[in-house]
């Protein structure tokens, strides 16, 4: 039987970085030292105006190509993953599939917020073991820069841009690949924070304009062990599923929007904090990319290597949440 294995990753983040001292600026107050103490956000990266969602992936999905040595017509299925996409409609993957030639491939966009990607690679799995692909780029892409509102210091600090890539290909390797997964959602707080406006239940108009509604928001505010609980609860499914326990681990890649919320699930684990490579402090906090960006850069950074344990475990809005365990 055939299963989805992990090969190869990319990542792009837009050139233009902005430091916290750019918003204790543009807010007139000190936001710098709540930032680096509770978040670990030093900087972060924007698209300029001419930059969008579409460019990210692009990017990015040249990266994983070539890293894993494929040309864009090997690829089978294209699935991106983002709430920030290109257009409301067509997808963003179909803008890609044809930015980067890849003339074999299907293609759809899918939206669970920031548990976009690891959504998609279950997704991609289940496709790649009916046996219909082959091979599947999977991009978590976010150009939240574009929703915020610069006067909000709760969201416009915190929200950045970028994309992660991977390549899944079928595989029939014993213990290699896609191991168990969990998706699972709590309804109740779809409206307590998101972007409100701009779709069919409330079409732009001027009025929306004027109130900032097609803005992203945080109405509520969240349970802060939210989080922690839902994160280390499905760790201990998904381990509970591979019988192992969770310090035979060896890494964690997990929603980055809040370091401290990553070692409390960590310590509810009892695991080391090393085993959660992190990348907020430089690339803030990039909503369905931030998971395919950690992965891959604790692999450039050799931190993961072939035959490694990984759990990956997102969260967004909805709140949709959704886990994973690859073995490389």
């Known amino acids: ?10 990542m792009y983040v837009p050139e233009l970085s902005l430091p916290n001292s750019y918003f ?62 290109e257009y ?20 759809f966009d899918l939206n669970s917020a920031c548990a976009g990607f690891v959504t998609a690679t279950e997704t991609a799995t289940h496709y790649i073991r009916s046996g219909s692909v082959n091979n599947v780029l999977v991009v978590g892409a976010y150009a939240m ?25 079928a595989t029939e390797e014993k213990n290699k690949g896609h191991q168990t997964g969990k ?61 192992i326990d969770a310090s035979e681990v060896d890494q964690f890649f997990i929603t980055q929007i809040n370091i401290n919320a990553i070692y409390e699930t960590l310590r509810i684990l009892e695991v080391d904090k090393d085993k959660a490579h992190t990348v907020m402090k430089h690339y803030g906090y990039t909503g369905s990319a931030c998971i395919p960006m950690a992965f891959h850069e604790a692999w450039e950074q ?9 759990f990956f475990i997102g969260s967004g809005g909805g709140l949709a949440f959704a886990a994973n365990a690859f073995i490389l």
């Open 1 to 10: 039987m055939k299963n989805a294995k992990i090969i190869a990753s990319g």
């Open 24 to 85: 204790n600026e543009l807010l007139g107050e000190d936001v710098d030292t709540w930032l680096r103490e509770n978040v670990n956000i030093y900087e972060r990266h924007w698209c300029r105006d001419n930059e969008s969602t579409a460019d990210l992936c692009m990017a990015a999905s040249k990266d994983a190509l070539q890293n894993a040595s494929l040309g864009p017509e090997d690829i089978d299925l294209i699935i991106v993953a983002t709430d920030t996409p």
């Open 88 to 107: 409301i409609s067509p997808s963003t993957a179909a803008v890609l599939q044809h930015r980067i030639g890849a003339k074999n491939a299907g293609t």
């Open 145 to 169: 820069s574009k929703y915020l509102d610069k006067t909000d210091k709760k969201t416009v600090t915190l929200f950045a841009d970028g994309a992660g890539a991977v390549v899944l290909t």
């Open 183 to 243: 998706l699972i959602s709590q309804g109740q707080y779809a409206d307590w924070m998101g972007i409100y406006a701009g779709a069919t239940k409330t079409p732009l108009s001027q009025k929306v304009l004027d109130q900032k509604d097609h803005k992203l928001k945080f109405v509520k505010k969240f349970p802060p062990e939210l989080n922690p609980k839902m994160w280390s609860g499905l760790a201990k499914e998904l381990a509970n599923n591979m019988k």
């Open 302 to 310: 050799q931190k993961i290597k072939e035959g490694d344990t990984l």
